[in-house]
């Protein structure tokens, strides 16, 4: 399976000078968790609601500071047709909840570890249906008919 | 920020809870040098596409050596 099989959603950025108040306004008004830092166009950070709670609302930190303080610096991202195996390599070795998708070197997407696990939960599922009749069905043919339609 | 094809990424990490990482950049994607880059991470050997940021500086082969032969023993 690709990443891009999974259910991910279009990427919402920010721009590395705004302030942290646009950036939670942004947040709320888009209804995602986190954005994407970009510095001339070029990812450079990702923040999330959380960071602003952290990193701004407890260390009483001014809502007019630019957002790249408080963003975690660096995009750790993947290509759209990489597989979910690399997917699931990166989340665990970098300690990350969220990786931008890029096409062509530019971000197209945004996939979080949620999305992957109810993606894989899904595709699990319905593996585990075919495999429950063919367990109950072992041979070809043995499936019960289909209860005739009253007319 | 511009780099080459055996140049070593160092991050510093700058919040609470991130670490240093370090790394060598196995491909640049980007026209002159310019990231993003494809960095084999000293950690786990996994490598990753990666745009830096500030927190990030980009070391030669020499000057990495250099470095590692100024640090104290």
């Known amino acids: 399976m690709r990443v891009a099989d999974l259910t991910w959603r279009a990427p919402v950025t920010i721009d590395c000078a705004d302030p942290i108040l646009k950036a939670a306004q942004t947040l709320s008004e888009a209804g995602v968790g986190s954005l994407v830092v970009v510095d001339g166009g070029r990812p450079v950070g990702i923040v999330t609601d959380r960071d602003i709670v952290t990193r701004c609302v407890a260390e009483r930190v001014e809502p007019d500071t630019r957002i790249d303080s408080i963003m975690s610096m660096g995009v750790v991202a993947l290509d759209a047709d990489a597989d979910v195996e690399e997917l699931y390599a990166v989340f665990a070795s970098h300690a990350i909840r969220r990786v931008p998708l890029v096409e062509d070197d530019r971000v197209v997407g945004m996939v979080t570890l949620d999305d992957a696990i109810v993606s894989t939960a899904a595709a699990l599922n319905d593996l585990a249906g075919v495999f429950s009749r063919q367990i109950a069905f072992p041979k070809a043919g043995d499936e019960p008919a289909a209860p005739a339609v009253p007319g | ?73």
């Open chain 2, 1 to 73: 920020m511009k780099a080459s094809v055996g140049d070593r990424v160092i991050v510093a990490g700058r919040h609470l809870g991130e670490r240093r990482r370090t790394g060598r950049i196995v491909e640049v994607r980007g026209v002159d040098g310019a990231p993003p880059y494809r960095v084999e991470w000293d950690e786990d050997g996994r490598t990753t596409l990666y745009f830096p940021s500030y927190d990030c500086r980009v070391e030669s082969p020499s000057e990495a050596t250099s470095n590692e032969s100024r640090a104290p023993s």
